[in-house]
């Protein structure tokens, strides 16, 4: 098509953030990190040219857990994104975003991936493979941009060109329906029900992303407050070196300033007495002060499935208002589905279960459903190409939606709560960057201060106009660093 475009250019930097208070990933806990943001160019068959803009944090310890030091998995991650900058400059094919990202993912990355861990191979074989979720989330700062910049070319909102209109190719070009279970629920609105077992669904031919949207996307939404394993639940957990820099320090009086009512609690996943004890506590603060939902996630650290079914049991018949207020439970098995094919049907038989780290691509989706999994939390730093194949892909088999945070600030909340409000999700958005580091957004918050502070429980997406992902970044009064990469075709 006219439309199509190929990146003639890129910028890297790296911003660096502190938290406020700490964050806790399973056995590490996060009190930095530092966002990638991206600058990219793209040109049309007709060589006109816009820049478009992409951010992610490095969040080293979600993305690559490990025994390794943080320094040796920030470095790597760095220089990884270093040479996706050069790649993606020199990147050739024309195409539409989500033609181009995918097939990035699938053939550059993938290989600069495999090359990279053979080096490190190479000068230590004790070092430890970077994992394909870090590769992923490194890249998802370019694949954002190109988006970006697309919608910028065309000045047009990104989401309104996932249709026949702009794209080469429908889905059936990305994705293949299910050979597993038949139709139970294969999405009639979308997709024609399999009539045996063992056959695949209808294909995708004919469809595009848009048909698997929400049009209008939702301007307000629901916000889920995440309650981090080292967070304070009451007065008597002070110590006296809070900060004391405005904001809560306390569930209750973040619950009570910002009027929410969902909450995410943080579990250890290898210690019961301590996870029930967090669900209980955490869901007598929230019935005290008129929260509605409740979601656990158990950081990945379970392997048998009787684990969570035991919390839940022990739930249900001890504290049953607290046990109806979990609204789905969050990814408590390890990150590695396909070497870990653990069967979560008995889980799923009592709450939603939800993939999230596992859920790298439609693929894995894919397995997940076939073991027992029965929603998807979707996010941006898996790249927005990623994202919206594997949302088509969930929905049209049925699953049910969410849209995780990765601690998002500055301009990679914008993505994220957009997904967010085209997806259809079970409920709202996770958003969380201003629990852990507000000040570090408080450029773009002038700019969207529905984004960037919870109102009534909600955030509001209605300052968000614009072509791209509408970030109106002109108006945006921030200095960044220095160039860390540039490169140009």
Not at 247 to 267: A, E, R, S, T
Not at 322 to 334: G, S
Request: hydrophobic share 40%; with cysteine; proline share 6%.
């Amino acid at each position: 098509m006219k439309t199509d475009i190929s990146p003639v250019s890129v910028d890297l930097y790296f911003i660096p953030v502190e938290t406020r208070i700490p964050l806790k990933f399973g056995p590490e806990t996060l009190t930095s990190v530092t966002c990638a943001r991206v600058c990219m160019t793209v040109a049309d068959r007709q060589a006109r040219k816009a820049q478009g803009w992409g951010e992610t944090p490095l969040s080293v310890q979600w993305a690559w857990p490990s025994k390794l030091t943080y320094q040796e998995r920030h470095e790597a991650m760095q220089l990884f994104c270093r040479s996706l900058a050069e790649a993606w400059a020199r990147f050739n094919q024309q195409g539409h975003p989500i033609e181009l990202g995918n097939a990035f993912t699938e053939s550059i990355l993938a290989e600069l991936w495999q090359q990279f861990n053979e080096r490190r191979a190479t000068r230590d074989k004790r070092r430890e493979p970077m994992p394909w979720l870090a590769a992923l989330v490194c890249s998802s700062a370019f694949d954002i941009a190109l988006h970006d910049a697309y919608g910028n070319l065309l000045g047009l909102d990104v989401y309104s060109t996932y249709n026949a209109k702009f794209m080469n190719k429908d889905l059936s070009n990305f994705l293949e329906p299910s050979k597993y279970n038949p139709a139970i629920n294969c999405g009639a609105k979308y997709l024609a029900p399999c009539f045996t077992r063992g056959s695949s669904c209808t294909s995708f031919a004919g469809k595009y992303p848009a048909d698997f949207l929400k049009f209008p996307p939702a301007v307000k939404m629901p916000a889920w407050h995440l309650v981090g394993g080292k967070d304070l639940l009451d007065e008597s957990e002070l110590t006296g070196t809070e900060p004391d820099d405005g904001y809560p320090v306390l569930l209750p009086d973040w619950i009570k300033q910002d009027g929410l009512k969902c909450l995410k609690v943080k579990l250890r996943g290898d210690d019961s007495s301590w996870d029930i004890d967090r669900l209980v506590r955490v869901g007598k603060i929230a019935l005290e002060n008129d929260v509605l939902w409740l979601t656990s996630d158990f950081n990945c650290t379970v392997t048998n499935p009787d684990y969570v079914n035991d919390i839940l049991d022990r739930l249900m018949l001890e504290h049953p208002r607290i046990y109806q207020m979990i609204l789905y439970v969050e990814q408590p098995f390890p990150y590695e589905l396909q070497e870990n094919q653990i069967d979560v049907h008995s889980v799923s038989a009592r709450k939603p279960l939800f993939m999230d780290e596992s859920a790298h691509d439609w693929k894995l989706i894919r397995l997940g459903r076939h073991l027992g999994w029965t929603g998807v939390a979707l996010k941006t730093c898996k790249t927005q190409t990623g994202a919206i194949l594997s949302l088509c892909w969930a929905k049209a088999h049925g699953m049910t939606l969410m849209v995780q945070d990765l601690t998002n600030p500055m301009l990679a909340q914008i993505p994220h709560v957009l997904l967010a409000a085209h997806a259809g999700t079970i409920m709202g958005v996770e958003t969380n960057a201003m629990q852990f580091y507000p000040a570090a957004s408080a450029p773009e918050e002038a700019v969207h201060p529905g984004l960037y502070r919870r109102r009534n429980g909600q955030v509001d997406l209605s300052t968000l106009r614009g072509p791209g992902f509408g970030y109106r970044v002109n108006e945006i009064k921030r200095d960044l660093p220095e160039i860390a990469a540039s490169f140009e075709k």
